[in-house]
């Protein structure tokens, strides 16, 4: 997979946007940005994907820069529900195998 | 999307015993995958479960450990053998509806505990 790199925490209010940064430099062209997250003691949960344009679903929105170098996750009104583990993986292959790194912890505090 | 189901939850094992995890999809899907999430760390990804065929393995996962079966597009079984201690981890199936196989749903997780 192309390598990402994301802070190891961060933190937000609830009620406040949170923004994920994901750096992943080595992209190819034809590789998709996807983002999940894991809350504590559940599977992880597909969040957004996207390719080159901007994507929003009614979860999070998915801003990637134009070089394709560096996405950011975007909770728009993050709650305490959404503290979780936010990975950024660039899948590859033929049969795009996903591969979790650390991940971003988010804490929403009150 | 897709809905998965695992069986057990959870399960507290003698050494050298096997188990048999159970997943269950909702909708017929291609690809169904299985993981390990050992204590603390992140998911590492054991095979692909391939019906009708053989499971693909990732590097460091062989069958004899970990035999997977796949009888139909909705259900897969993965058997953790002669378990030790460390086999203590998480386990989780996750299914792919559609073509994308990155786009993948997950179940709630078996945690094993290997006594």
């Known amino acids: 997979d192309a390598k990402t790199t994301q802070p190891t925490s961060m933190d937000c209010a609830e009620g406040r946007a949170a923004n994920l940064p994901c750096n992943h430099s080595t992209i190819s062209g034809n590789e998709y940005v996807y983002w999940y997250r894991q809350i504590h003691s559940q599977g992880p949960q597909y969040i957004i994907h996207?390719?080159?344009n901007n994507e929003t679903n009614e979860m999070a929105s998915l801003i990637i820069t134009e070089d394709r170098k560096s996405s950011t996750l975007i909770l728009p009104h993050a709650t305490l529900r959404d503290t979780a583990v936010y990975y950024c993986?660039?899948?590859?292959?033929?049969?795009?195998?996903?591969?979790f790194g650390k991940g971003i912890t988010l804490s929403v505090r009150p | 999307s897709a809905v998965i189901s695992q069986k057990p939850s959870r399960d507290i094992c003698q050494r050298g015993t096997s188990l048999t995890i159970q997943c269950q999809v909702d909708?017929?899907?291609?690809?169904m995958f299985w993981y390990r999430q050992q204590p603390g760390q992140s998911l590492t990804l054991i095979a692909t479960a391939n019906q009708g065929s053989e499971a693909t393995y990732e590097s460091g996962f062989v069958i004899d450990k970990f035999p997977i079966s796949r009888p139909n597009l909705t259900f897969s079984t993965l058997t953790v053998s002669n378990m030790s201690p460390e086999d203590s981890s998480i386990y989780l199936c996750?299914?792919?509806?559609?073509?994308?196989?990155?786009?993948?749903?997950f179940g709630p997780g078996t945690r094993l505990t290997v006594l």
């Open positions: 993986i660039v899948p590859t292959g033929a049969n795009s195998k996903l591969t």
């Open positions: 996750s299914a792919s509806p559609g073509g994308r196989t990155d786009t993948q749903y």
């Open positions: 909708s017929q899907v291609t690809m």
């Open positions: 996207g390719l080159k």
